[in-house]
């Protein structure tokens, strides 16, 4: 029957990809920006060097190493378009399929290797398949995460088949290391945490610890892991800025801790998807704040009962260990980065592997428990993969019917193609133009001039100016704004630019905005 199982989710993965590969996804900012970083390469720059016009002189540029995401979101992609010749949205195609697969394969391989059977293993990959996050990148490609959830699969694989120390032991720490971060630079606290699910295993002595096991074990993990994230921060990190690099002062909150504590059904049941972000929503919130804070606070007792349960009633010893210290070490860094005011946001995505590590736990219980509580569970998986699998469809449909289509191949969904039509017109006939934009992905079509990305101009926020303002003159400058920008937003970004003046305005199909300054 797990055969059975298996087969159909491999299918319906490869199903998917294909859908993708004829008419690839659209881009999230984040890998959007590395995208970029991966066009000014191509155009002659340095590994991961950002290329942009110089805010004190516009004629120049400045290159800057981007340490804000990891590269693998935009080298793995480049790494198929350079094997097979593809276009870059088709080549990132070829990478969601293949992470997926991998990631679906070594999560039902880690489980299998606690002990669950065959059967509650395929059932979890079944749920896994259910959530939201996991078709997420058949709409938008969102970088790290498709790439982590290939990895991390493997990752807590090999930290479980690790059982004395040696060279294999050195090699699978070091290299874990960096290629967790390549995929993903929040990798870093699942590497500690997995880590240390090999240094408590590999220490005990049938229940209990053993003091110079503790001791031995730990040199050996410490020293190749050590190596590991110095060249991580050496060659990477103490380039540039960080999410981490900066905190505003401590803050107090009922969110702090409540939203790592909710997350295993904040991430393992899509709520924070589902709800478009539940404390920072991206469209008009479904509650108010007040409700959410109580909602979250429910939800933070619930998943502190359901690991509690799962912790007495499952009786795998490492599936415990895993589960209890991934929770706990993910709810220290958390709780300690929100209390800091670190940028980093308050997202399910962020905790998606405790909402991967729960699943076999809940399996084996709802398969312990009556039929009502089955009927109940089956519902709640049918709830998900209606929910999820329409915002699936309509995210391919709008892709491959509406959105626009340029020289990368990613669906555009910012503009229309007669309008991307003219971007690229104006990019074949300039050399020396700049163009500006205030999203991440539209910048990629161009190919033959110099591009700036804006941060969105907020109505009746204010303005530092030293942020925006690009002094000097150069070629051309053409700024692509949506029709909301019509009017005082759009000469506000104008201002944006004090050495060009005398915007000629086109105005193009679907409202787009096209000012022009020669």
Not at 241 to 255: E, W
Not at 282 to 292: A, C, N, Q
Not at 443 to 467: F, G, K, S
Request: include cysteine; hydrophobic fraction near 50%.
């Amino acid at each position: 029957m797990h055969k059975i199982i298996l087969t159909a989710i491999g299918l319906l993965t490869t199903v998917l990809g294909i859908m993708i590969f004829a008419y690839p996804p659209a881009l999230f900012p984040d890998p959007s920006h590395g995208f970029q970083v991966m066009r000014a390469m191509q155009m002659g720059g340095g590994f991961n060097q950002l290329l942009v016009p110089n805010q004190d002189d516009i004629s120049k540029s400045n290159a800057t190493f981007l340490t804000w995401w990891s590269p693998g979101q935009y080298l793995i992609p480049y790494f198929f378009k350079a094997l097979t010749g593809l276009n870059t949205g088709r080549a990132t195609a070829i990478a969601i399929i293949l992470f997926e697969l991998s990631g679906l394969a070594g999560l039902y391989m880690f489980f299998k290797k606690l002990g669950f059977t065959p059967i509650i293993a395929a059932l979890s990959i079944v749920f896994i398949a259910c959530q939201q996050a996991f078709v997420t990148p058949y709409v938008f490609y969102n970088g790290g995460e498709i790439l982590l959830f290939g990895f991390e699969g493997w990752f807590l694989y090999g930290c479980l088949s690790i059982k004395k120390t040696g060279f294999s032991l050195l090699l699978f720490v070091l290299l874990s290391g960096w290629i967790g971060f390549l995929c993903k630079s929040s990798f870093i606290w699942i590497y500690a945490a997995g880590l240390l699910c090999i240094w408590l295993r590999s220490s005990a002595i049938g229940d209990k610890l053993n003091l110079s096991r503790l001791i031995k074990n730990g040199i050996w993990l410490a020293v190749p892991a050590i190596i590991s994230v110095a060249c991580i921060y050496i060659f990477f990190l103490s380039k540039g800025d960080t999410p981490a690099s900066a905190s505003t002062g401590l803050k107090f909150s009922l969110q702090t801790f409540s939203f790592p504590l909710a997350s295993p059904l904040v991430s393992g049941f899509s709520v924070d998807d589902i709800m478009h972000g539940l404390l920072f929503p991206t469209f008009s919130p479904m509650l108010t704040p007040e409700h959410i804070l109580w909602v979250l606070l429910l939800m933070a007792i619930l998943s502190i009962t359901l690991i509690a349960c799962i912790l007495r009633f499952v009786p795998k010893d490492n599936y415990r260990l895993f589960l209890i210290v991934f929770y706990l070490v993910s709810i220290l860094f958390f709780s300690a980065a929100y209390l800091k005011q670190l940028n980093i946001s308050y997202e399910g995505r962020h905790f998606r592997i405790i909402g991967l590590l729960i699943v076999p736990g809940i399996i084996y219980l709802v398969a312990k428990l009556g039929n009502i509580y089955k009927v109940g569970f089956a519902l709640i998986c049918l709830a998900l993969i209606g929910i999820n699998y329409s915002f699936l469809l309509k995210g391919f449909e709008f892709n491959k019917n509406i959105s626009a289509r340029g020289t990368t191949g990613f669906a555009q969904e910012y503009i229309n193609q007669p309008s991307l039509n003219e971007l690229l017109k104006l990019d074949q006939q300039n050399s020396n133009a700049i163009f500006v934009f205030v999203t991440a992905d539209l910048p990629l079509e161009i190919t033959h001039n110099r591009i700036i990305t804006l941060d969105p101009v907020i109505p009746a926020q204010p303005i530092n100016y030293d942020d925006y303002s690009y002094d000097g003159h150069a070629g051309p400058l053409y700024l692509f704004l949506p029709p909301t920008y019509a009017g005082d937003r759009a000469k506000t970004v104008m201002k944006f630019f004090p050495g060009y003046r005398n915007f000629v305005q086109q105005k193009l199909s679907g409202g787009y905005l096209l000012y022009e300054a020669k």
